[in-house]
Every structure is written in structure tokens, then in C-alpha cells.
């Protein structure tokens, strides 16, 4: 039987290219730029074939990332929602040791060198 394949979801290209390198397993990181439509996520829903996969979503810790995580627990209520401590406020900007902790948190493979920083 295959794995089922993971997926984060982020809202930026920082917070993208923050969290590539410490992920050590393939996954899939989709970038929504900012907030989206009910539309745009159920087009995200199609194109990735998301109900088939393990969704995880990674917003930052702000009013923005909040209304993002209510829009996907209502579309996609089986994602799991990883969180940031609120005094990083955004994923780009947290230390990534930080990142790599409730990365493992959520089960992932983290690059180990990243839990030293």
C-alpha cells in the first residue's frame, strides 16, 4: 500500500522556503498567498486532490492566519493545524528550531540539526 502523501499548507513563499529545509521527508508545501476565497480553496481541493492526503496547515499566529486556518476547518475539516507560538508571530520569522520542534510535533521528519539550533 503507498503512503499517503503529506502536505502543508502555508501562506507565503517565506514561510515556504523557512520550513523546505527542515522537513526531512517528501511532502507537498502549497503557498495560498495571503487569504483565499472558499472558491480558491476547493480549487486547492481538486488540484492536489486534498481529501485523499495528510493536510497539514501552518499559519501564523495573526488575524490573518487565524480567518486562513476557520476558512480550511470548515472546507477541510479532517487538516491538521500546526501552531506557532504567538510571540513569533509569523512562520517566517520564527527561529527554526522552533519550527522544527512542532514540526516533529506533528509527526514530520525533521532534519535533527535544526532541534540544535
Do not use: W
Amino acid at each position: 500500500m503507498a503512503m499517503v502523501e503529506k502536505v502543508i499548507i502555508v501562506e507565503g513563499r517565506t514561510d515556504k522556503k523557512k520550513i523546505q529545509p527542515i522537513i526531512n521527508e517528501p511532502v507537498t508545501i502549497i503557498c495560498t498567498n495571503g487569504t483565499v476565497s472558499l472558491t480558491k480553496i476547493d480549487e486547492l481541493i481538486e488540484l492536489y486532490i486534498l481529501e485523499e492526503k495528510d493536510v497539514y496547515i501552518l499559519a501564523d499566529a495573526d488575524s490573518a492566519g487565524d480567518k486562513l486556518r476557520n476558512q480550511f476547518k470548515r472546507e477541510l475539516p479532517e487538516a491538521e493545524h500546526i501552531y506557532i507560538d504567538r510571540a513569533y508571530r509569523e512562520v517566517a520569522t520564527s527561529p527554526v528550531n522552533h519550527l522544527a520542534t512542532v514540526l516533529t510535533g506533528a509527526n514530520f521528519d525533521v532534519n535533527p540539526e535544526f532541534l540544535l539550533k
